[in-house]
C-alpha cells in the first residue's frame, strides 16, 4: 500500500538532486546511483552505472511497470542482474483464455524503497555482513530446553 508523500513515480529527466530531500521522482540520477551502491564493495564505473539507468529507463518512461515481452534477451539479462541487486522486481498475471487455457503476462517493476534505500546508502547488506539471517535467531534460548 502506498503512504502518501512515500511514492517514488518514474521519471526520466536528468536532474541533480539535493541528497538531503527525500526522493518523491525516479531520475536517472536516482537510478545511477542506486545501481553503483548495489553492485558490490567497490562499485560500478559512474558512465557504466549511468549507461545502464538510461538504458533501463527507457524501457519504463513515464509508467509503473513494463510488460516483459518487450525485452531482448541481452535486455532481459540486465533486469534479472538488477532484480538480483533488489532494484527490479516481476510480477505476473493468469487469466484464462476463451478456450480454457491460462495465460499468463509478466511485468517488471521498481522496487521504490529497496532503490530510495540504495540511494541513501542503507543498503539491505549493512548489518548482515556476518551471514544470512536464520529463522532461529528469534527464538529465544530457553525454547530448546527439555522438561
Known amino acids: 500500500m502506498k503512504k502518501s508523500g ?6 526520466t529527466r536528468l536532474r541533480k538532486s539535493d541528497p538531503e530531500k527525500p526522493v518523491n521522482t525516479l531520475t536517472v540520477e536516482h537510478l ?3 545501481i553503483k551502491n548495489s553492485i558490490d564493495k567497490q562499485g560500478m564505473p559512474e558512465e ?11 524501457f519504463f518512461g513515464y509508467s509503473e511497470r513494463i510488460i516483459d515481452n518487450v525485452l531482448e534477451p541481452e ?17 505476473r498475471e493468469e487469466t484464462t483464455l476463451y478456450d480454457g487455457r491460462e495465460w499468463r503476462i509478466h511485468y517488471w517493476m521498481f522496487r521504490k524503497e529497496r532503490i530510495h534505500e540504495l540511494i541513501h546508502g542503507r543498503a539491505k547488506s549493512d548489518g548482515a555482513a556476518e551471514g544470512p539471517e536464520s529463522v532461529y535467531d528469534e527464538v529465544p534460548d530457553d525454547i530448546w530446553n527439555r522438561e
Not at 535486455?75 to 510480477?91: C, N, P, S, V
Open 6 to 11: 512515500e511514492s517514488l513515480n518514474v521519471m
Open 75 to 91: 535486455d532481459r539479462d540486465a533486469f534479472y542482474m538488477l532484480e538480483d541487486a533488489g532494484i527490479l522486481m516481476t510480477e
Open 48 to 58: 557504466e552505472a549511468r549507461a545502464m539507468a538510461q538504458h533501463v529507463m527507457n
Open 32 to 34: 545511477t546511483k542506486a
